[in-house]
């Protein structure tokens, strides 16, 4: 089967694959919807096109003087005319009224943090110098992840090769042409559109930078072929192509990404009857280290599973209760050389791994949820909490006994499923996690960091930008009592939602 799905992603991705970039809310994103759709038609029958309101960015034209040899934009850059001193992040010179040249950081997305500490010290401009020049990384004036709030950044921010300061003399000018402005981008869905029960999401996104073979005209392909064959074992399905999943979201919010499957599955989860829909997600599953995450009861063989993609579209779908699997490649040291920049290239792939992602996807489904193994995973989170959180253990599993698990997954997805950012913003750059009860698991990581003397000061619940925990160094009182607070909510929560489902 593999050798099969393999040849039929090679030559669906060929058809699909250009070398342009596919700005949500552009022209060409249109352009490339109905290529999308003709396909997705061909192979699975009947399709829709639908609309969703979005902040568009186009870059107009750039220079720089210095000229540097590749030159990209960040995305959310306000244009900007400017000719100043400039100095190295790393020196202790003032930055008062300077442009500061940097090193790209080790996580190309942080990018933004080095653009707001240059503004908050008084720089007119950022310059990066990648090895992987150019490279489009989103930002925001905003040093969280809301979904509501944002602002454009401060200064303008340039990514340009490594070297270019070393030509620089002792000056640097730059003129930038940008347009912000409020457009709409469109999302695809073809196979199985009037069935709401016991239906199968296949998804990808289409917008992209520059080439974004990876990134994610494979994932498109694999989606296509994943419900193609999922509908001739007889599985309802549904494929869906999103738009706005590398940016997009209205006002400038600092959680940009995602956009598109936001409004998507936000539109679904008010209608009831598509509680038990199952979503999964490709997103770079064809290159690195592929990452098997999403609902803990949608096992992949033997592969070890991990948390669900606050990265991903899927998140979308996770947040509002809907049960996922997501298969990605976004975590691995592989990406970060590729990620947002012209070498994204069909060369890159693994097809190999790309067909093993597809046919592990469609065996999964196949097979269905295994509650059992969802079961577990609660009693290992809950587990290792104080005593009043094995409570909250024995409320679920009664709950469960009497409605079962399918019913019940939904509410305790909306309730409890949260990403977290380990640290403050302002002094540590962490990857976003997705936690089952957050407030248990992060106390039990922060009592095991304080031992050892270097837990971090705050924990957030991104995207609703809620402070979870505040800690003094070594403050294990005050952990300990906001734990117990936390706890006391958490159990009028599952209450809540017994009294909802036994009614």
Not at 442 to 464: F, I, Q, T
Not at 487 to 493: A, G, I, K, P, V
Request: negative net charge.
């Amino acid at each position: 089967m593999r050798a099969e799905i393999r040849k039929e992603l090679e030559a669906l991705a060929t058809t699909l694959h250009d070398s342009e970039s596919v700005v949500a809310g552009s022209q060409r994103e249109r352009e490339i919807v109905e290529k999308v759709r003709g396909l997705a038609e061909e192979a699975l029958g009947s399709s829709r096109l639908s609309s969703v309101p979005l902040l568009a960015w186009e870059l107009r034209g750039a220079e720089m003087f210095p000229k540097p040899k590749s030159l990209a934009i960040a995305p959310y850059v306000e244009r900007a005319s400017l000719e100043a001193p400039w100095v190295r992040m790393e020196e202790r010179a003032s930055r008062e009224g300077k442009i500061v040249v940097a090193r790209e950081p080790e996580d190309p997305d942080d990018i933004k943090y080095l653009a707001l500490e240059a503004a908050r010290d008084g720089a007119v401009g950022l310059i990066v110098e990648s090895p992987s020049s150019p490279r489009a990384i989103v930002t925001t004036g905003h040093w969280g992840f809301s979904y509501y709030v944002g602002s454009p950044p401060p200064i303008p921010i340039v990514v340009v090769e490594e070297g270019y300061s070393s030509r620089a003399g002792n000056r640097i000018s730059m003129n930038i042409e940008t347009r912000t402005k409020e457009s709409r981008g469109y999302i695809v869905e073809a196979g199985t559109l009037d069935k709401a029960d016991a239906l199968v999401l296949v998804g990808a996104h289409h917008d992209k930078w520059y080439s974004g073979f990876n990134d994610n005209t494979i994932g498109l392909a694999q989606a296509i072929i994943t419900a193609k064959h999922l509908m001739e074992k007889g599985v309802a399905s549904r494929f869906v192509s999103f738009t706005a999943e590398e940016y997009g979201a209205p006002g400038y919010a600092s959680w940009y990404w995602a956009w598109g499957s936001r409004v998507y599955a936000e539109g679904l989860a008010e209608l009831e009857a598509y509680q038990g829909t199952v979503y999964v997600n490709y997103d770079m599953a064809a290159v690195g280290e592929l990452t098997f995450s999403g609902s803990p009861h949608y096992s992949i063989g033997s592969r070890e599973r991990c948390c669900e993609c606050p990265e991903c579209d899927s998140f979308s779908f996770a947040s509002q209760g809907f049960q996922t699997l997501s298969l990605h490649g976004l975590w691995g040291e592989e990406v970060k050389r590729i990620y947002h920049t012209p070498m994204d290239l069909p060369e890159t792939s693994n097809m190999e791994s790309a067909a093993e992602a597809v046919e592990l996807t469609i065996r999964s489904i196949s097979t269905g949820p295994r509650w059992g193994i969802w079961e577990n995973f609660i009693a290992s989170v809950l587990g290792k909490a104080p005593l009043e959180a094995r409570v909250i253990l024995s409320s679920i599993d009664s709950i469960a006994k009497r409605t079962g698990w399918e019913h019940l997954y939904p509410l305790l997805a909306r309730s409890f499923l949260k990403a977290v950012h380990f640290g403050s913003y302002f002094e540590e750059s962490r990857r976003l996690e997705a936690l089952w009860f957050p407030e248990i698991v992060a106390y039990v990581r922060l009592r095991a960091e304080l031992e050892r003397g270097r837990a971090p000061s705050e924990v957030w619940v991104a995207g609703e930008e809620r402070l979870l925990y505040a800690i003094g160094r070594g403050n294990k009182v005050s952990l300990d009592h906001q734990l117990k607070v936390s706890l006391r909510r958490l159990r009028e929560e599952v209450e809540s939602i017994g009294r909802e489902l036994l009614k």
